[in-house]
């Protein structure tokens, strides 16, 4: 295991710079190409986090690799190129969070309320974060506007408090990001919906088999040093 993972549990607490610094570092294509070949290839490791690691309804794999919940966690988001994006709600967490991106571009755009934003339904979600999907209950109206918008490109990473409204947009290429969450502060997370929008269904989750996962994880390792080979032939 990557001596940077085993970190991991004092990492989730320290300052987000000291995080963004530590995940910029994991996050190098040619270390995560090494770490995940080393999963695909240990099928027990593989086994400890198959069961929380599943394809989102959003349309990207989620790979827990790292969870002592609920100190905090560390995830893998992956979009592949064939694979149809789905779009986020506004939606804030129960946790801060830092996220690097390994590969392709994150557009993540940031509300906060306003007189002169938009109104939106507020509704929220009290489920036990290890319960399958989600089940939203409405509770309000809120009119929110756009706050800011980042740019996040590969080799570099952000940070997040977990009452931030926002939602992720990424392009149509292989996109990948490191997701480290903090310990969890809030009972709750809350979504908010434009009017004619309804909330998403609780899809339960299907976590990947075993063989599936070190299949996905031996997939992107390989895609990875592809792609550092090219950069490097380029440069």
Request: net charge positive; charged share 25%; hydrophobic share 40%.
């Amino acid at each position: 295991m990557d001596d940077l993972v085993r970190r991991l549990p004092a990492l989730v607490a320290a300052p987000a710079r000291q995080q963004r610094a530590a995940l910029r570092e994991l996050a190098r294509p040619d270390r995560l190409a090494r770490l995940l070949e080393g999963l695909a290839a240990d099928e027990s490791a593989a086994a400890q986090i198959a069961p929380d690691s599943y394809r989102h309804p959003l349309g990207f794999d989620k790979y827990v690799l790292w969870c002592r919940h609920p100190a905090g966690r560390l995830r893998l988001h992956v979009w592949w190129p064939e694979d149809e994006r789905g779009r986020e709600h506004v939606h804030n967490h129960r946790f801060a969070f830092s996220s690097a991106v390994v590969a392709g571009q994150v557009r993540s755009t940031l509300f906060a309320a306003s007189g002169r934003g938009r109104p939106h339904t507020r509704y929220i979600d009290s489920t036990p974060l290890q319960a399958e999907g989600w089940l939203l209950e409405r509770e309000d109206t809120v009119t929110v506007a756009t706050s800011a918008t980042l740019e996040v490109a590969a080799g570099t990473a952000y940070s997040q408090a977990a009452s931030t409204f926002h939602h992720v947009r990424v392009g149509a290429g292989l996109t990948v990001t490191m997701f480290l969450e903090g310990a969890v502060t809030r009972s709750y997370s809350e979504v908010l919906l434009r009017p004619g929008q309804r909330p998403p269904d609780r899809t339960p989750r299907s976590p990947f088999t075993t063989g599936e996962l070190c299949e996905r994880l031996a997939a992107l390792s390989e895609t990875l040093r592809e792609r550092r080979r090219i950069d490097l032939n380029q440069s």
